[in-house]
């Protein structure tokens, strides 16, 4: 049996403990923190209250933002906190509740990139038949698929990975990462979780086949538009779609599939800083920052709320 003392709490990776260094990473990770979240929220924003991108393309993006707060928000916070008051402890309610949620949302977004893949496929290599296929029931059908296959995901990972007893409280990443919490295992029911991330992974290869061939078949039509700027538009939308996918499902499996290493170095770090905060960071920019469409409607927002901002304003008599 483990010692209890240790089921009460567990001690998260320092990144220094130099008092400045600390100041620094706080600061670093909260203009992250902000700049990913405001640029997610203004996406929502422009989704929900313009009534000309209420499409299947942006209602995927509104779900992809919300999706990329909350897996930022499971995590980022609690490392600013900590180092903001020079402290290592998470409770070991709130290291489940990260796990839990970090897979949620992480996952979700995964499954739904899949969704987004498939939406470009049928888009561009079926465009008579598009509003048939992707209609406004079938759309929130898949979103919802994506959403309860997600929480599902969290759940079994979740399962699995506190099912064994820990001998140890000390987690050496930055927030409770689950190779790292099964170095802490006592039993053997640790090979519950391992299963699971293998299945997982294998999902997830699924997944990326299916999104390889999407692209094969797009790229195939494309490279048959007459128009250079058609054919321009459509790389432009699938290339970065394509690129973040690649990109999240490498580092996320490098970083569960490989042994995990008893000390913490800066390529573990660098890694899980990829696959946690550079999609969430990304989308906004390469799915709706470059989008003209979306550019016209968060300017159009943008005015409507100076405007208000002045009528209020007038209002007062000083």
């Given at each position: 049996?483990?010692?209890?003392?240790?089921?009460?709490?567990?001690?998260?990776?320092?990144?220094?403990?130099?008092?400045?260094?600390?100041?620094?990473?706080?600061?670093?990770?909260?203009?992250?923190?902000?700049?990913?979240?405001?640029?997610?929220?203004?996406?929502?924003?422009?989704?929900?209250?313009?009534?000309?991108?209420?499409?299947?393309?942006?209602?995927?993006?509104m779900?992809?933002?919300?999706?990329?707060?909350?897996?930022?928000?499971?995590?980022?916070?609690?490392?600013?906190?900590?180092?903001?008051?020079?402290?290592?402890?998470?409770?070991?309610?709130?290291c489940?509740?990260?796990?839990?949620f970090?897979?949620?949302?992480?996952?979700?977004?995964?499954?739904?990139?899949?969704?987004?893949?498939?939406?470009?496929?049928?888009?561009?290599?079926?465009?008579?038949?598009?509003?048939?296929?992707?209609?406004?029931?079938?759309?929130?059908?898949?979103?919802?698929?994506?959403?309860?296959?997600?929480l599902?995901?969290?759940?079994?990972?979740?399962?699995?990975?506190?099912?064994?007893?820990?001998?140890?409280?000390?987690?050496?990443?930055?927030?409770?990462?689950?190779?790292y919490?099964?170095?802490?295992?006592?039993?053997?029911?640790?090979?519950?979780?391992i299963?699971?991330?293998?299945?997982?992974?294998?999902?997830?290869?699924?997944?990326?086949?299916?999104i390889?061939?999407t692209?094969?078949?797009?790229?195939?039509?494309?490279?048959?538009?007459p128009?250079?700027?058609?054919?321009?538009?459509?790389?432009?939308?699938?290339?970065?779609?394509?690129?973040?996918?690649?990109?999240?499902?490498?580092?996320?499996?490098?970083?569960?599939?490989?042994?995990?290493?008893?000390?913490?170095?800066?390529?573990?770090?660098?890694?899980?800083?990829?696959?946690?905060?550079?999609?969430?960071?990304?989308?906004?920019?390469?799915?709706?920052?470059?989008?003209?469409?979306?550019?016209?409607?968060?300017?159009?927002?943008?005015?409507?709320?100076?405007?208000?901002?002045?009528?209020?304003?007038?209002?007062?008599?000083?």
């Amino acid at each position: 049996m483990f010692n209890k003392t240790f089921a009460s709490e567990f001690l998260l990776l320092d990144f220094s403990e130099v008092r400045e260094l600390q100041l620094l990473h706080f600061t670093v990770f909260l203009v992250l923190y902000l700049g990913i979240v405001s640029g997610n929220l203004l996406i929502i924003s422009a989704v929900v209250l313009d009534h000309r991108l209420h499409t299947p393309m942006y209602f995927f993006l509104m779900n992809l933002a919300m999706q990329d707060i909350g897996t930022i928000s499971v995590i980022i916070p609690k490392s600013m906190a900590n180092s903001l008051m020079n402290t290592r402890h998470i409770s070991y309610s709130g290291c489940v509740a990260q796990v839990l949620f970090f897979f949620f949302f992480a996952s979700s977004d995964f499954f739904l990139l899949t969704v987004m893949a498939y939406d470009h496929y049928v888009a561009i290599c079926n465009p008579l038949q598009y509003e048939m296929v992707m209609n406004k029931q079938a759309c929130i059908q898949m979103v919802a698929s994506v959403w309860f296959v997600g929480l599902l995901y969290g759940v079994l990972h979740t399962s699995g990975t506190f099912a064994t007893p820990f001998c140890s409280n000390v987690v050496n990443q930055f927030f409770c990462e689950v190779p790292y919490l099964l170095q802490l295992a006592c039993s053997d029911l640790y090979l519950i979780e391992i299963g699971v991330v293998v299945l997982c992974v294998l999902i997830g290869l699924f997944c990326f086949i299916f999104i390889i061939i999407t692209y094969v078949h797009i790229f195939t039509a494309v490279l048959r538009i007459p128009s250079k700027k058609g054919r321009q538009k459509a790389f432009s939308t699938c290339l970065p779609h394509l690129i973040v996918f690649t990109t999240f499902f490498f580092s996320l499996s490098f970083a569960y599939l490989r042994p995990t290493p008893t000390i913490p170095s800066y390529l573990d770090l660098a890694t899980t800083l990829i696959y946690c905060i550079l999609p969430p960071m990304l989308n906004p920019v390469i799915y709706s920052m470059r989008n003209k469409e979306i550019k016209n409607a968060l300017s159009k927002m943008l005015l409507n709320f100076q405007h208000f901002s002045m009528n209020t304003l007038s209002g007062f008599h000083w």
